[in-house]
């Protein structure tokens, strides 16, 4: 995979390294082209790499008004134990986050996705990390709308603070 997203066009990644990359280069372009909405769909957010500095740098220069990241996942407690810095990001801009877990399906057949209206990551084999990025707009709609479902069939999640008595 180029060192720059693709801006039309579907190009391949395959391993760790490149799906990780696809993720990072995402963030990035998310945040200079000032993206207002994105969705992220994976069963545990595993392997993303969202405790990174530069993940969370690129997260902090694309928060703000207008804004709107929606988290699908299978299961959030990997997220919550292992990545200090993306759970303090999710905190401080709670606002902006809506996280969902969809119960009642295999961890193994959840999608992992990184979507916006305007430039997609689908990692189609997670044991292998092979998948596609850019993806034309039909492909981007065809995503959008399993989301939608996966959406659809999730309740609220990973609240960004618990109240004690």
């Not at 039309?8 to 990359?21: L, R």
């Not at 595993?46 to 902090?60: D, F, K, T």
């Not at 292992?82 to 801009?93: E, I």
Request: aromatic share 12%; hydrophobic share 40%; with cysteine.
């Amino acid at each position: 995979m180029s060192d720059d997203l693709e801006r039309s066009g579907d190009q391949s990644f395959a391993g760790y390294t490149e799906f990780a990359d696809a993720i990072r280069l995402a963030l990035q372009r998310a945040a200079s082209e000032q993206w207002k909405k994105m969705v992220w769909c994976d069963a545990t957010f595993h392997e993303w790499p969202l405790g990174e500095r530069a993940v969370i740098a690129s997260l902090n220069t694309w928060a703000g008004a207008g804004r709107q990241l929606i988290m699908i996942a299978h299961d959030y407690q990997y997220l919550v134990r292992h990545n200090p810095r993306f759970v303090q990001w999710r905190k401080t801009w709670s606002h902006l986050i809506e996280c969902r877990a969809r119960h009642g399906v295999d961890a193994e057949e959840f999608s992992s996705v990184l979507w916006s209206p305007h430039w997609a990551m689908h990692r189609i084999d997670t044991v292998r990390h092979r998948g596609s990025v850019g993806l034309e707009p039909q492909k981007r709609v065809l995503l959008k709308e399993n989301l939608d479902e996966y959406y659809r069939q999730s309740s609220p999640a990973f609240p960004a603070t618990t109240l004690g008595l």
